[in-house]
């Protein structure tokens, strides 16, 4: 199926790779803020 259709592979891939970097990106950011930082 993947080779039949190679562009539905990268769609699939960059949207793969752009939640996982988003995700990363979110819970380093609110991690260390969390305890650093209280909302006031």
């Known amino acids: 199926?993947?080779?039949r259709r190679p562009g539905n592979y990268l769609?699939?891939?960059i949207r793969?790779?752009?939640l996982?970097?988003?995700k990363s990106r979110v819970l380093s950011i609110s991690?260390?803020?969390v305890p650093t930082?209280?909302?006031t």
Do not use: A, D, G
């Open 16 to 18: 793969y790779t752009i």
């Open 37 to 39: 930082h209280k909302p």
């Open 11 to 13: 769609t699939y891939w």
């Open 20 to 22: 996982h970097v988003l």
């Open 31 to 33: 991690q260390p803020s």
């Open 1 to 3: 199926m993947f080779l």
